[in-house]
């Protein structure tokens, strides 16, 4: 006879059972508010695999009493969303639950909009992935988009010990024994997936002989039952461990940098974009202060992208340490945004005459290039004259720090321009 798995018996029925999500259920929170109401608007909830989005669903459906339809974006065409939105009409405003919502095309979104406009249905979109990224504008503006966490630790291990130890929906039936420092390792081992860590502990429980005491768990048992899913990866996983790395190489440290840089390269993640992200730190974050970084991140991402995983892994590394490690100044890249916003605001259109281009004919009767004085015709290479057009005369856009290389790059310019 077929059995529910595990998880499933055990998803939460009420707000009190739902455990790490404190922030959206607990007393006095948004969406408990709105469940204890029963004025629930169109949501999407968004968070890992694990942390309780489907049950969530469910303890929603329940308590608003309205008829449940249940969808997945993928597997759920335009005919099936009209059949949904057809008995919302007939029976009265439906709850209408669309599963993996980032998959939604567009079709697909244009027709559901007038039923979520007209209140025909109440949607409520689950994903893995950030809405803010993957779900159509449209559709997430006429929604309120909540985050469920990774649950922690003592959460999962929470439910576990509930599990073990009830005899209608979990597994005290079969006379479990289970460590509590065994139970605790499991918790800390899925990641913030509940689900992961109960599909292992059925698995284990289940498959161990019984015996006089019950069925007794090894932690050798429990590990192999445990489908560890530690390279879980989304698209807005990438924009996040981009963001990680970029920042914990400006902020100088090189372990976090490398665990960001694991994380991906353990799935192979596309090498150009690794990449490109390399020699923009170079760039922007390093600069000046150690002007030859840039040089080695190139060499770095070239590199890589010659040999191809599972090597590329190595001169990342490399490169992403040496970024971590070097002087830090974005005194460039500052300068060159001061300068665009100047650009933008109509600044500096008229090139001085003595800086335009004199090498046609009749270009020194417009006065093109009249009055340049070519540096390397006086002494250090060096010879005071304007630059600047006339309205941004006086104006600094690059601030040289003390860091590094860039402090005697710095001592140079106020040696040739004075503190200007």
């Known amino acids: ?103 939604f095309a567009r079709n697909q979104v244009e027709v559901l909009l007038p039923a979520v406009e007209d209140g025909t249905v109440v949607f409520i979109g689950t994903t893995t992935e950030n809405p803010y990224l993957t779900v159509p504008p449209a559709l997430r503006s006429r929604a309120t988009i909540l985050e469920l966490r990774p649950l922690t630790p003592a959460a999962v291990a929470t439910v576990l010990r509930r599990a073990l130890a009830d005899p209608e929906r979990g597994l005290a039936s079969y006379a479990p024994v289970v460590p509590e420092e065994l139970i605790d390792e499991l918790a800390g081992a899925v990641g913030g997936d509940l689900r992961a860590a109960l599909n292992a502990l059925e698995l284990a429980v289940t498959t161990a002989p019984p015996g006089p005491q019950g069925r007794v768990v090894t932690r050798e048992w429990l590990q192999e039952c445990l489908r560890r899913e530690l390279h879980r990866f989304s698209e807005s996983d990438a924009y996040d461990l981009l963001s990680a790395l970029q920042k914990s190489v400006r902020g100088s440290d090189p372990d976090a940098a490398l665990f960001y840089l694991a994380r ?120 005071a004259q304007q630059y600047l057009p006339d309205d941004l005369v006086g104006t600094r856009y690059y601030e040289p720090t003390q860091n590094g290389s860039e402090k005697a790059i710095r001592e140079r310019l106020e040696q040739l321009w004075g503190r200007r």
Request: hydrophobic residues 45%; positive net charge.
């Open 264 to 383: 991906l390269v353990s799935v192979n993640f596309d090498l150009e974009t690794i990449c490109r992200r390399l020699v923009v730190m170079a760039a922007e974050d390093v600069g000046n202060a150690y002007p030859q970084a840039l040089a080695v991140a190139v060499a770095a991402a070239q590199a890589a992208q010659m040999v191809g995983y599972p090597e590329a892994r190595i001169p990342l590394a490399q490169a992403v340490t040496f970024l971590a490690a070097c002087p830090k100044s974005n005194a460039a890249y500052r300068g060159l945004e001061k300068a665009l916003a100047d650009v933008a605001a109509g600044k500096g259109q008229a090139v001085p005459l003595h800086l335009r281009d004199a090498h046609y004919q009749g270009a020194a009767a417009l006065g093109r290039g009249v009055g340049y004085k070519y540096p390397h015709d006086y002494p250090g290479n060096w010879v």
């Open 1 to 103: 006879m077929h059995q529910e798995p595990l998880a499933a018996r055990m998803r939460p029925r009420t707000l009190d059972e739902v455990v790490g999500q404190e922030h959206l259920v607990g007393e006095g929170r948004l969406l408990r508010r709105m469940i204890e109401t029963r004025q629930v608007r169109s949501l999407i909830l968004f968070g890992p695999p694990g942390t309780g989005k489907t049950s969530l669903v469910r303890i929603i459906a329940e308590a608003v009493g309205r008829p449940f339809v249940s969808l997945n974006a993928v597997s759920a065409g335009v005919k099936e969303l009209r059949e949904a939105i057809a008995q919302a009409r007939w029976q009265g405003s439906v709850l209408l639950h669309v599963d993996e919502v980032h998959r």
